[in-house]
């Protein structure tokens, strides 16, 4: 299964052996859980671990565009608070047709990326500057037109949300959450768009070497543009599953810190913030590995709940420490071929 998504969704080669090694790991971490805490591979809980990981997992294919062309966007989590706030707000609080709303919240993000890359772009603003303003304007955005009140939707639109809440049967008498169907189909067209397409091609030329890449022919402001697009529109789309998930959100707090995940699991599952690399694979891998590693201390070392952060930063540091040798370890070994 693996070697078969592979061919989709990254690189073979030193891509497949650091995919492999985080699925190593992935298992490890989830066999030591299940033993220290039988109650880990009870039904619910799995089912539970598996929506997580297909929303954080829609999140971190998302930014893996903008790592792949050097950047970065602080601004996801803000973009789920405002959309996951906005939702339940328009259509239960202001009454607005469902289908505008919906159309809203798929479409506004993907306006939203476009800005970002405009501004990255053409004014030559530095990713960080321009996304960590994103992520203070659109969380104060929600809370100014919602008055810092928490939306939900109560007992309305149980068809909409079967979308994060419900399940597809199996023939072998397992149930799969829809959501991960969703980052299912989501993965597959990104791993194809990525290393099947041309623009795909570019995106990583260019994350490789900018000016190389313009030299030769390619309209990287486009490309920068179209990373951010995608980045942003699927963080709206996380950001409709998750309310539709959890009912409630509130402006304060819904998406906090759901940017790091996205980082950290991108980081994790081979993309590098040097640009360049990346798969799309490995960055699922990369968050189901994260969300075991919550889990298990949620379920196993109940004093370590409030840890999360510092693992979240220790994923991303070890993944930038890791890039760096990988990088020496490619020069010496171009060194020691020239010398021969």
């Given at each position: 299964m693996i070697s078969f998504l592979s061919k989709l969704t990254g690189p073979q080669n030193d891509g497949m052996k650091r995919i492999l090694g985080i699925f190593v790991l992935l298992m490890m971490v989830y066999v030591v859980t299940a033993i220290i805490n039988p109650n880990f591979l009870g039904s619910y809980n799995q089912e539970n671990l598996i929506r997580r990981t297909s929303?954080?997992?829609?999140?971190?294919?998302?930014?893996?565009?903008?790592?792949?062309?050097?950047?970065?966007?602080?601004?996801?989590?803000?973009?789920?608070?405002?959309?996951?706030?906005?939702?339940?707000?328009?259509?239960?609080?202001?009454?607005?047709?469902?289908?505008?709303?919906?159309?809203?919240?798929?479409?506004?993000?993907?306006?939203?990326?476009?800005?970002?890359?405009?501004?990255?772009?053409?004014?030559?603003?530095?990713?960080?500057?321009?996304?960590?303003?994103?992520?203070?304007?659109?969380?104060?955005?929600?809370?100014?037109?919602?008055?810092?009140?928490?939306?939900?939707?109560?007992?309305e639109l149980k068809g909409l949300r079967w979308f994060a809440t419900g399940e597809i049967p199996l023939r072998i008498g397992l149930d799969i959450p829809v959501p991960a169907v969703i980052l299912m189909i989501i993965a597959i067209l990104a791993g194809i768009f990525l290393n099947r397409t041309i623009y795909g091609r570019y995106m990583l030329a260019l994350g490789n070497n900018e000016e190389a890449a313009k030299f030769s022919g390619i309209n990287t402001d486009r490309m920068i543009i179209l990373a951010y697009v995608i980045s942003s529109g699927l963080a709206g789309l996380a950001g409709l599953l998750f309310v539709l998930d959890v009912n409630l959100a509130q402006p304060v707090d819904f998406g906090n810190f759901y940017e790091l995940y996205a980082i950290a699991a991108a980081v994790l599952g081979g993309?590098?913030?040097?640009?360049?690399?990346?798969?799309?694979?490995?960055?699922?891998?990369?968050?189901?590995?994260?969300?075991?590693?919550?889990?298990?201390?949620?379920?196993?070392?109940?004093?370590?709940?409030?840890?999360?952060?510092?693992?979240?930063?220790?994923?991303?540091?070890?993944?930038?420490?890791?890039?760096?040798?990988?990088?020496?370890?490619?020069?010496?070994?171009?060194?020691?071929?020239?010398?021969?």
């Amino acid at each position: 299964m693996i070697s078969f998504l592979s061919k989709l969704t990254g690189p073979q080669n030193d891509g497949m052996k650091r995919i492999l090694g985080i699925f190593v790991l992935l298992m490890m971490v989830y066999v030591v859980t299940a033993i220290i805490n039988p109650n880990f591979l009870g039904s619910y809980n799995q089912e539970n671990l598996i929506r997580r990981t297909s929303l954080f997992g829609i999140l971190g294919v998302g930014v893996a565009f903008v790592i792949i062309t050097r950047g970065i966007d602080l601004s996801l989590g803000s973009v789920v608070c405002l959309v996951g706030v906005g939702v339940p707000w328009l259509i239960i609080d202001q009454g607005w047709p469902v289908p505008v709303v919906i159309l809203i919240a798929l479409g506004l993000p993907a306006v939203i990326g476009f800005c970002h890359g405009l501004l990255i772009t053409k004014l030559k603003l530095q990713p960080f500057i321009v996304t960590l303003c994103g992520l203070l304007m659109y969380r104060g955005i929600t809370r100014g037109f919602t008055g810092d009140q928490t939306a939900g939707f109560g007992t309305e639109l149980k068809g909409l949300r079967w979308f994060a809440t419900g399940e597809i049967p199996l023939r072998i008498g397992l149930d799969i959450p829809v959501p991960a169907v969703i980052l299912m189909i989501i993965a597959i067209l990104a791993g194809i768009f990525l290393n099947r397409t041309i623009y795909g091609r570019y995106m990583l030329a260019l994350g490789n070497n900018e000016e190389a890449a313009k030299f030769s022919g390619i309209n990287t402001d486009r490309m920068i543009i179209l990373a951010y697009v995608i980045s942003s529109g699927l963080a709206g789309l996380a950001g409709l599953l998750f309310v539709l998930d959890v009912n409630l959100a509130q402006p304060v707090d819904f998406g906090n810190f759901y940017e790091l995940y996205a980082i950290a699991a991108a980081v994790l599952g081979g993309c590098s913030l040097r640009g360049g690399t990346g798969t799309i694979l490995g960055v699922i891998i990369g968050t189901a590995l994260l969300q075991v590693l919550r889990n298990m201390m949620n379920m196993a070392f109940l004093g370590f709940q409030r840890a999360e952060f510092a693992v979240i930063g220790a994923v991303i540091l070890s993944g930038v420490i890791a890039d760096e040798l990988a990088k020496r370890a490619v020069a010496r070994k171009r060194a020691a071929q020239k010398q021969k």
